[in-house]
């Protein structure tokens, strides 16, 4: 009997949440019914008296980019001119390797589909010859991020990035080494976890590498690369953890004490672990069916309990940071532009997204119209503040843009893991 009455209120809170039925806690309000006030949305500087439209900006942004990639496939910093040598790092090479992707090109379609092999197969190369105990996946030390976002995003943006080319490398043999590679970076990501969930990056702002490598895990989990289910469910405590439902904010930890870091990134986390639970629910429900015995049912609707309370987390977070938003003082973040200003507009976007309603769209369509009246005449960002290059703020900037764009979805869908 018990059992039951469990399996019922699991089912009956997971659908509730998952088709916004239940009411959040007192003194909350749907984020699908909150306005935001569009005229408080901070402003960022207008450098185009006539801006480009959306379209126009992002393919000027990627001519950009692809003008400053490496004769070896990478990208550094993006500090130099067209042509010019600099460093390349890994981060750099795979948040470019994001925008080109996010704009639909692969290693196998796309206007830039040549320039994308060559990167992706780069940095496979990296993570072939690093080692397989630490962290990091190259030999650069001391970059720009990972001096800002903490000491081995490198490896966090490679392990977010490589699966969206599984199975579009367009040989058997690349394909076999980018699964390997990926599998090599999420043996190293599981093994380095802390037990709070953490991974101990040190750095300006490492929360926004702590998002970065929840989303990682969570995007090899919806790629059906085999990650311990444990690792996910870490990283997603712990931005649960982050964010206190009664005051409706989120740890300062690793923020640099700039609250749209810290709540841009743990609504991230929280968004991602989302979208790899809701894909498991189904799994979940069929084992539960079929389970002959009390113990593995027991087991079962424990899961589909943390789901559902999880889910619930989620909604009061992003409830508070659409109350947030409204602030300008809170999108400004440092008070300029950085890359970690565009990265957390993206996170944050990525979560609205999903819910929907008028909160999403006008942050949208303000985020849009900001980036464009910003974007340089050459087609480039810059920050005035730690992530100055080139690359990361274009890179990011092209994802602020194309925010309401639909990537493909992973191939196969998750059933439940162990």
Same mark, same amino acid.
């Given at each position: ?7 019922t ?10 088709t ?10 749907s ?7 569009v ?11 006539t ?6 900006? @992002?393919e000027?942004?990627l ?9 070896n ?16 790092? @890994?981060?750099?090479?795979c ?29 496979v ?11 990091f ?19 966090f943006?490679a392990a977010?990035?490589?699966?969206e ?25 599981e ?21 970065i ?13 085999a ?21 409706r904010?989120?740890s ?29 629910v ?12 009390e113990?593995t049912?027991?087991?079962?609707e ?44 993206v ?62 979805k ?9």
């Open positions: 009997m018990k059992l039951k009455l469990l399996l209120a699991a089912t009956t809170l997971f659908v509730a949440l998952t916004g039925a239940i009411m959040l806690e007192a003194g909350e309000r984020s699908k019914t909150r306005r935001v006030t005229e408080a949305v901070v402003e960022v500087e207008t450098k185009n008296a801006p480009l439209t959306r379209d126009e900006a @992002v000027s942004a001519e950009w980019l692809i003008s400053r990639q490496q004769e496939g990478g990208w550094g910093p993006g500090h130099v001119a067209a042509g010019k040598v600099e460093r390349v790092t @890994v981060g750099n090479t948040i470019a390797l994001q925008a080109l992707s996010k704009a639909g090109n692969s290693p196998t379609n796309g206007k830039y589909k040549t320039e994308v092999e060559q990167a992706v197969k780069l940095v190369a990296e993570i072939e010859e690093s080692d397989h105990d630490s962290l996946i190259s030999d650069v030390r001391g970059s720009q991020l990972q001096a800002k976002l903490g000491t081995y995003v490198d490896t943006m977010s990035v490589l699966p080319f599984r199975g579009k490398m367009g040989d058997e043999e690349s394909d076999r080494k980018l699964d390997e590679a990926v599998e090599k970076v999420l043996s190293k990501i093994a380095n976890q802390a037990d709070d969930g953490s991974w101990k990056n040190a750095g300006w702002a490492p929360a926004l590498a702590q998002g490598a929840a989303k990682s895990v969570n995007k090899a989990a919806q790629y059906n690369y990650i311990d289910e444990t690792v996910r469910v870490r990283a997603e405590k712990l931005s649960r953890d982050n964010f206190d439902r009664k005051t904010r989120f300062a930890a690793g923020s640099a004490g700039i609250e749209l870091y810290a709540g841009s990134s743990n609504l991230q986390a929280m968004q991602d672990s989302s979208n790899t639970n809701r894909r498991m189904p799994g979940l429900k069929l084992q539960l069916t079929e389970a002959d015995d113990e049912r027991i087991l079962i424990k899961k589909l309990l943390n789901i559902a309370q999880a889910e619930s987390d989620l909604r009061a977070a992003r409830d508070a940071v659409v109350g947030r938003i409204a602030d300008p003082k809170f999108v400004a973040g440092f008070g300029n532009n950085g890359g970690e200003e565009f990265l957390s507009y996170n944050i976007g990525e979560s609205l997204k999903v819910e929907g309603g008028i909160p999403w769209r006008e942050w949208n369509s303000r985020m849009i119209a900001n980036m464009t009246r910003s974007q340089a005449a050459d087609g480039c960002w810059k920050g005035k503040h730690c992530i100055t290059g080139g690359t990361f703020c274009t890179a990011t900037g092209i994802l602020v843009l194309l925010m309401d764009r639909e990537t493909d992973p191939p196969i869908d998750l059933t439940a893991t162990d």
